[in-house]
């Protein structure tokens, strides 16, 4: 490591220019990232088992095809996947941005008409390939990464144009709009401070932000008034009633079973915990069994580990971010960047809401935490995520 | 390091981003400590709230042992079978599919929740029903099991197995346990439930159980589920409740969401109650039953057997009697009934709760009283009309006239001649005897069931006198014959008899040797209750109460006495008979027939005391009594078997 941080602090990408002999000794693969990685893979693996063994329904089937067992594999072809995605410059990538961008809106139109959408709890989220149930809105955040970094990396002088203010934000409402179609009110909200951290980090006038957020702050702070305050038969937004409820349990009007019992289970770990797989929320069934491995893995981790296993979860998401932010801030042009910074803000706002949602500070969305949370779309989407940065990482200095 | 590298390139907005990330761990941070560590009491609180009952477990009860470590009292094992829902649920969800597609394929429709949840109900109930007539079938015994208990108990008490059939008769427990594929959940529960080995034998003093429910549980605990219990009432079992019942212990099981139950442990294991060993000899007491049921089970009387050397009693008997094993587990509605019928009261303790009239037996008392005053002289010899006359009212007696000396008026018991010297002697000064035998006053045994009698004091007579009716020479007339204002207790009796046997000592009696723990063979003593209390001494002349005891003798012994029915062969046994008039409510008189007596004359070791309600002649119907119960004793002596322990002990130091 020691070798790696002299190098690190000698070379910014001008030195690097005309310095190609020490460039050409540079790590070329972010360890740190990797090992962090590695270390959430471990966690996730070994609490989803946790979670899902002492039910009896699963654990009767053969370990092959059991959720832990899924989730290795999901891993396989997770990293596979990231791996084969650094194998081309990011650059090569940007250049097909666009095409991906509209794939995915073309995807995402395809998820909401039945008979391609599969419907399952209310919501046409997936689309069943049969032996995988592939979540486009998960693959649609990267191909918007990617899009709006390709959009951003234009010349700064560009971007003080309204014109290309509003075409930003436009790419940003047209997921948004469909996401939420579906519904998944908190894969839909993730793009928004993704998008908009990308573009004050690519140098829109601030003023322009400022501007937007007030606007859109009053017109939020009018639609919750009303959705949770109006009487019913008055005029009145139509949301669907569970989102509904979300919103009233998060404001504290409503008590939800699942965020009760979540808090219940992480309160309840205390300090040390209770110990791997003796979780009394998740083995007497109390935590609901459906979302114990995935949305609410963190309370399951929570309870068994403790404040300290809290601790130790966000400190190896805090240094995948701040890798990340390294990354960002040794890219070699503004489209690594803001690549990079794209997949903080995304990752960064997956944590914060799943792992806030157990604490109430933030309403339940149903959003996975990354690495950790069971899921294959979600487990790709993550790896890939990191592949982009370990890509941005990897051709920081070449040309 | 890497974490500040960003910060070196000058980037504002990286710097903010890095800063804004920061601040949002730094906010979970802060959210997880304070829920994990801050407040993480309130959470694991709420989670004991939903996942933890805590049931209670009665303690083994203590067994009530006689003086040679027979059972009185004991408790037997009761099997119960029990259905544990949880381990129906698999059957439940596979019925419950099957119904729901059955329904739904009839109404060509999906199922409301209301309708699937109306479903659900039915089928648990069809499932478990099932099930109690598979075990009906195995035990070939009807059985069935109301929906509506159901439904009580899988709302109420889903945590604890479902009873289907209390306490196995033997051939139902081995079909039960031959049978090889019962279904799935039943299981075969022992509870200990008290038994009373002899049946109805010292039902009285023993006393009897009732369920109870009502416990305070001893923490504040949210779900509490008491298994039965039971509290004693009256008797022995009432007053050392406590002591015998011991303290009950707490399991908790875990519960799931769906309130089944998860695991089961001990938490805090009962303590078994203690047992009680009785001064009470098993065998004299059942001989004091047998004779006092010679004159028909429903006699209604009481016999009392102590040793007036210390006071121990050695058998208390009430007549009529029940069977406390009714009780157990639960007596029902018209057997309750018949145990409060109005005439037999067969739920007193006529020994210590009786309190009747002593009639001739307490011209003991008299004659202690004329004898210290000098009022009588031994010798001295009375002439009796066969009645007495009082004013314009005439006492009948039942000795005819003649002359009579002190002996011979005792064993013919006449009441000329008590009357006219108990008239001499004055109230007072048989009042002060009185005092000193304790009568009209609590002989303190542990039964829960006593009475103080009526036993006219200075108070009682002020009080008279205030409301205008003082004791008048007719009043006082009849009390020197054991009539009127007086009532005494079988079990006083039998500590005056024992007083005058012994010398003069007035023992309280004693009932319970000692309290020990339950443990093998010997546990350890907790309380152990010294014998021979001596509650007071009478302080009169040995001499005199030497001539009461000769004549007791002759009562017995000569060919005119009284009480000659009582006489055993070698067996010097000592008495008076007593024949109280008591008017009957409905009109008319009954007589109440009393025998105290004590044995052998030269060292008494037996009081024996018989009381027969409604009874006749003393002589005729209670000495009978209390000769039979004198042959067992002698029978028991004869044998003088080594378990005839502390009291073949205490024989020799005399």
Redo the contacts between chains.
């Keep these: 490591m020691g070798h790696w941080l002299q190098s690190g602090e000698k070379t910014d990408g001008r030195i690097a220019m005309y310095e190609p002999v020490l460039n050409e000794r540079q790590r070329r693969i972010d360890w740190a990232l990797l090992t962090s990685l590695l270390g959430l893979m471990v966690i996730g693996v070994a609490f989803i088992y946790s979670a899902t063994s002492v039910q009896e329904s699963i654990s009767r089937l053969p370990w092959y095809r059991q959720y832990y067992f899924l989730q290795i594999l999901w891993f396989g072809l997770g990293l596979g996947a990231a791996f084969g995605f650094c194998l081309v410059d990011y650059h090569v990538w940007a250049r097909w941005s666009l095409v991906l961008y509209w794939a995915m809106v073309a995807m995402l139109v395809a998820v909401l008409i039945p008979g391609i959408g599969a419907l399952r709890f209310g919501a046409r989220r997936w689309i069943d390939l049969g032996i995988f149930q592939f979540q486009p809105s998960e693959f649609s955040k990267l191909a918007f990464i990617f899009a709006q970094a390709h959009f951003l990396s234009r010349p700064a002088e560009e971007l003080r144009q309204p014109a290309v203010f509003w075409k930003g934000i436009g790419m940003i409402l047209l997921p948004f709009v469909l996401i939420l179609r579906e519904p998944d009110l908190g894969s839909a909200l993730v793009l928004l401070p993704v998008g908009l951290v990308t573009m004050y980090v690519a140098g829109v006038p601030v003023a322009f932000l400022r501007r937007l957020m007030t606007g859109a702050t009053i017109l939020i702070a009018l639609l919750l008034v009303d959705i949770l305050f109006m009487p019913p038969g008055w005029w009145q937004i139509k949301v669907q009633d569970y989102q509904r409820r979300r919103l009233l349990v998060y404001f504290g009007r409503e008590d939800s079973y699942n965020v009760r019992q979540a808090m219940i289970s992480v309160g309840a770990g205390g300090l040390t915990g209770k110990g791997w797989r003796q979780g009394a929320q998740t083995v007497l069934g109390f935590l609901p069994r459906g979302v114990a491995h995935n949305d609410f893995i963190f309370s399951v981790i929570a309870e068994e580990k403790g404040f300290i296993g809290s601790v130790t979860v966000l400190a190896l998401y805090t240094m995948v971010l701040f890798t990340g932010l390294r990354t960002a801030s040794r890219a070699r042009d503004r489209l690594g960047k803001l690549l990079a910074v794209g997949v903080v803000t995304l990752l960064f706002s997956h944590v914060f809401i799943n792992i806030g949602m157990n604490i109430r500070i933030m309403p339940v969305t149903g959003i996975p935490l990354p690495l950790l949370s069971y899921g294959g779309s979600s487990v790709l989407c993550s790896l890939i995520a990191t592949g982009i940065l370990q890509n941005v990482y990897y051709y920081r200095n070449s040309y | 390091?890497?974490?500040f590298?960003?910060f070196?390139?000058g980037?504002r907005?990286?710097l903010?981003?890095?800063v804004a990330?920061l601040a949002?761990?730094g906010?979970?941070?802060l959210?997880?400590?304070?829920?994990?560590?801050v407040?993480?009491r309130?959470?694991?609180a709420?989670?004991k709230v939903?996942?933890f009952r805590a049931v209670r477990v009665p303690a083994l009860r203590g067994k009530i042992l006689d003086r040679n470590g027979n059972a009185l009292a004991e408790n037997r094992p009761s099997f119960n079978v029990d259905l544990y829902l949880e381990e129906l649920r698999d059957v439940f969800q596979e019925e419950f599919s099957r119904a729901v597609a059955q329904q739904s394929s009839i109404l060509h429709r999906r199922l409301t929740r209301d309708e699937r949840s109306e479903l659900g109900k039915h089928t648990r109930y069809w499932v478990v029903s099932n099930v109690v007539q598979q075990l009906s079938q195995i035990l070939q015994t009807p059985l069935s099991l109301a929906e509506n208990d159901f439904l009580k108990h899988y709302t109420n008490s889903l945590v604890m197995p479902l009873p289907i059939l209390d306490d196995l008769t033997p051939e139902q427990l081995a079909r039960f346990q031959e049978q090889p594929d019962k279904p799935p959940g039943l299981n075969l529960e022992i509870q200990p439930l008290r038994v009373y080995t002899n049946g109805t034998l010292a039902a009285h003093m023993l006393g009897h159980l009732q369920r109870t429910v009502d416990f305070a549980p001893e923490e504040d605990l949210p779900f509490f589920y008491p298994l039965p219990d039971f509290e004693g009432k009256v008797g022995l079992e009432g007053a050392f409740d406590q002591e015998l019942r011991g303290h009950a212990g707490y399991k908790y099981v875990?519960?799931?969401?769906?309130g089944y139950r998860?695991s089961e442990n001990v938490w805090q294991p009962a303590e078994p109650g203690h047992n009680l060993i009785l001064t009470i000899d098993l065998r004299i007491q059942k001989a004091a039953e047998q004779a006092l049921h010679s004159n028909g089970a429903d006699v209604k009387g009481a016999v009392v057997v102590m040793d007036p050397r210390n006071g121990d009693l050695l058998a208390l008997a009430s007549s009529p009697t029940y069977d406390p094993n009714q009780f157990v587990p639960r007596i029902s509605s018209e057997e309750y009934q018949r145990l409060l019928d109005p005439d037999l009261h067969p739920l007193i303790n006529r020994a210590t709760y009786g309190a009747f009239a002593p009639g001739s037996i307490f011209k003991i008392v008299v004659a202690l009283a004329g004898l210290e005053s000098g009022i009588i002289h031994p010798d001295v010899v009375y002439h009796s009309k066969g009645y007495y006359q009082l004013g314009r009212k005439i006492f009948h007696d039942e000795a005819p006239a003649g002359d009579y000396n002190f002996r011979l008026a005792f064993l013919k018991s006449s009441n000329s001649y008590f009357i006219e010297f108990g008239l001499q002697t004055g109230w007072d000064r048989i009042m002060a005897i009185g005092q000193r035998f304790f009568l009209g006053h609590l002989a303190r045994v542990p039964l829960l069931q006593e009475r103080s009698g009526l036993f006219p004091n200075p108070n009682w007579l002020e009080r008279r006198a205030v409301l205008g009716e003082p004791l008048q020479s007719g009043d006082v007339a009849n009390l020197c014959i054991g009539q009127g204002y007086i009532a005494v207790t079988p079990l006083q009796m039998a500590v005056m008899t024992s007083a005058v046997a012994n010398g003069g000592k007035v023992f309280w009696p004693r009932l319970v040797d000692r309290i020990e723990s339950q443990g093998s063979p010997h546990g350890e003593v907790i309380t152990a209750f010294s014998p021979g209390r001596l509650r007071g001494d009478l302080g009169v002349q040995p001499y005199h109460l030497k001539v009461i005891r000769d004549a007791m003798r002759a009562d017995v012994e000569d060919s005119e006495g009284t009480g000659q029915r009582a006489a055993v062969p070698e067996m010097r046994i000592c008495g008076k008979t007593g024949t109280a008039q008591v008017a009957r409510p409905e009109g008319g008189f009954r007589r109440d027939a009393w025998f105290v007596s004590f044995a052998p004359y030269e060292q008494p070791r037996y009081v024996v005391v018989v009381f027969v309600e409604g009874g006749g002649y003393g002589g005729l119907t209670s000495a009978p009594i209390a000769r039979q119960i004198y042959q067992a004793i002698q029978h028991l002596e004869r044998q003088s078997s080594p378990s005839y322990g502390s009291l073949a002990a205490v024989r020799r130091k005399d």
């Design positions: 390091m890497l974490i590298n960003p070196k390139k980037d907005a990286l903010v981003l890095t990330i949002g761990i906010l979970l941070l959210g997880l400590w304070y829920v994990q560590v407040c993480s309130r959470y694991l709420s989670q939903q996942s875990l519960v799931n969401n769906m998860q």
